[in-house]
């Protein structure tokens, strides 16, 4: 069975993709504590409680693995440089890509970004991943660095990437606000969609580039990212829709 491993195991898109996959992969889970981690869903995986923004974490942990989903990081929009973005959005991914190089067996990472990234682009433009990122907070940006070190990786290290920038991730149970206007609808994307995007990530075939970013978004009527290249060169086809809903 592939060997994959999922960091930031225990977070809330983690523990969905963990649910998703756990029957057709041999999973790693890595996470800095598993101390509320789900009992049922440690089952089968080998569980790696580390502090993964420390480079000594990384010694043999890509050992036999072959993909890497990699959600690690400060999700928190509001965060500074210092005070909780450096280690994790910075050193930790370093980390990866770092110990990903001296590994025989990683064939491609799978990395979530974020809407944050491109954000600061008016309301009323529907962006595309080709386009300038124009970050809208400082996580935004430490998404940008991401971007731009599984790009470097990719092409100078022969390290295949797929990047995804995440929009209004739902999980299960959580639907669009009534109080919803155009723009937030238009950023909506279901944990269904997303764990049939991650499928297509992990089995098409790079032919033309080792790096590909697409946006990650449901199929809503008027959607604020543009996903026609996920369709294209993933074969994403997403369900839900926020105008529907």
């Known amino acids: 069975m592939t060997k994959l491993m999922i960091t930031g195991a ?10 998703h996959l756990k029957q057709n992969y041999d999973l790693v889970l890595a996470d800095i504590d598993f101390s509320d981690f789900p009992e049922e869903l440690k089952e089968g995986a080998t569980i790696v409680e580390k502090d993964l923004s420390k480079v000594e974490s990384w010694d043999h942990l890509l050992d036999d693995v072959e993909y890497v989903i990699q959600l690690a990081g400060n999700p928190d929009a ?15 991914p370093q980390n990866l890509y770092g110990a990903a190089e001296k590994s025989d067996t990683v064939k491609r990472i799978i990395f979530a970004s974020s809407i944050h990234a ?7 433009v529907q ?13 935004g940006v430490s998404k940008v660095f991401l971007e731009a070190l599984a790009s470097y990786y990719a092409y100078k290290k022969g390290i295949e990437s797929i990047g995804i920038r995440i929009g ?8 669009v606000s009534p109080e919803a206007d155009f723009y937030s609808k238009g950023k909506f994307f279901t944990y269904r969609d997303m764990n049939h995007l991650i499928d297509c990530c992990l089995k098409a075939e ?9 946006n990650g978004i449901s199929n809503n009527s008027f959607p ?20 529907e809903s």
């Open 127 to 139: 962006v595309k991943t080709s386009e300038v990122p124009r970050p809208d907070d400082l996580y």
């Open 78 to 92: 509001g965060a500074q440089f210092y005070e909780g973005l450096l280690d994790l959005n910075y050193k930790l």
């Open 10 to 19: 225990n977070g809330t898109i983690g523990i969905e993709l963990v649910k």
């Open 118 to 124: 491109s954000d600061a682009y008016p309301d009323n």
């Open 224 to 243: 604020r990212l543009d996903i026609d290249q996920a369709r294209v060169k993933l074969g994403y086809q997403p369900q839900d829709n926020a105008f």
């Open 206 to 214: 790079l032919v033309e580039e080792p790096y590909l970013l697409v």
């Open 168 to 175: 209004d991730y739902k999980s299960p149970g959580e639907d």
